[in-house]
């Protein structure tokens, strides 16, 4: 059944790609609106962690035709930072450790970056504490340095926070399956279906069926 979905819409029309002057996407055309799951499966080397990085304006992809548009508006040439100021959010399949920051002041920084404001310490510890409780996250965690000796599943966790803070639009989910075991696995699905609701739309790329018995889509692309 369609969910009632927001008025936030990510268009992908004719888009072709390469890296390093091979061609990876070949005229690829996907809308996925605020409120839908939409699933992209594939085998490795299919695309689909560039079309995640293209859409997302990561360095060293380049566009060779077509136009990624957001909200109406074309973000092709736009840079990561202004996609994710509009309500584009990109879950990393290899999350990067940050030495000497720790989750709770990235979190904060990336929250004000993101949303144009200074928010407050308290203010923010307060927001963070209410989305910790949501996906079970303990205070530890937060306390220590970004993915730094993290473990795969409290990496992949830690990505679904940012997500829960950042309160996108459009959160893209490049393969935040990959290299967990069936507990981990769960936890991180459940936390991704507790925030999908009219106002997120979701583009899950995996190449596992398993996740999608946590993280039910409305349509699937092959």
Do not use: W
């Amino acid at each position: 059944m369609q969910r009632h979905t927001g008025t936030a819409t990510l268009e992908v029309r004719g888009l072709r790609a390469s890296v390093e002057g091979k061609e990876i996407l070949k005229g690829i055309d996907l809308v996925v609106p605020q409120g839908e799951v939409h699933a992209i499966m594939g085998p490795n080397g299919s695309g689909k962690s560039t079309l995640a990085n293209v859409i997302m304006g990561r360095p060293n992809y380049t566009v060779t035709a077509g136009e990624v548009r957001f909200k109406g508006q074309d973000i092709t040439k736009l840079t990561p930072d202004k996609r994710a100021q509009l309500g584009l959010f990109l879950a990393f399949q290899y999350p990067t450790e940050i030495a000497g920051v720790s989750v709770v002041n990235f979190l904060r920084t990336a929250y004000n970056a993101v949303k144009g404001e200074q928010t407050s310490a308290l203010a923010f510890r307060k927001r963070l504490k209410e989305k910790m409780t949501i996906l079970g996250v303990e205070d530890d965690m937060v306390r220590r340095y970004v993915n730094q000796g993290f473990s795969g599943g409290e990496k992949k966790k830690n990505e679904v926070l940012q997500l829960a803070v950042l309160e996108p639009d459009i959160a893209i989910l490049d393969e935040t399956d990959s290299g967990l075991d069936i507990d981990s696995l769960k936890a991180v699905a459940t936390g991704v279906a507790q925030l999908i609701g009219p106002n997120l739309g979701v583009l899950l790329i995996t190449h596992y069926q398993r996740i999608l018995n946590y993280v039910k889509p409305d349509y699937v692309h092959v």
